[in-house]
């Protein structure tokens, strides 16, 4: 099970810390991503980072300003984020997803939290 927290409300320009936090299972050997879904629109991709944290991927609507990180001994994703803008107000959702081919594709992905709310206002 992945509970992602961390969400609330904020100005533009502020930040917010996202949480992923998974149990039940080991996670380290899973390429985990952050998706998000703001109303009327589809869930898209925003960040995702493999097994071993090497490498990170991201939207070009989040990059330079998001960054995706893991603890592996702690069985925890973040997803930094500053500078937010209104735009990115929108539900944001962790997933997680081990022999992961196309990271940053929301079908490869098996297991889902719950969602956090992130609103940015203007």
């Known amino acids: 099970q992945l509970q992602a927290s961390g969400g609330g409300l904020v100005q533009a320009g502020g930040s917010l810390r996202l949480s992923c936090d998974a149990s039940g299972r080991t996670f380290s050997s899973y390429a985990m991503g952050w998706f998000r879904q703001a109303p009327g629109k589809e869930r898209e991709f925003v960040a995702a980072?493999?097994?071993?944290?090497?490498?990170?991927f991201y939207a070009d609507s989040v990059k330079g300003r998001f960054t995706i990180s893991r603890a592996n001994a702690k069985n925890t994703v973040y997803l930094q984020m500053n500078s937010l803008k209104p735009e990115d107000t929108a539900v944001y959702y962790c997933a997680g997803q081990a022999g992961v081919g196309r990271i940053t594709s929301l079908a490869e992905y098996g297991y889902w939290g719950q969602g956090t709310q992130v609103t940015v206002s203007s």
């Open positions: 980072i493999n097994w071993r944290g090497g490498d990170t």
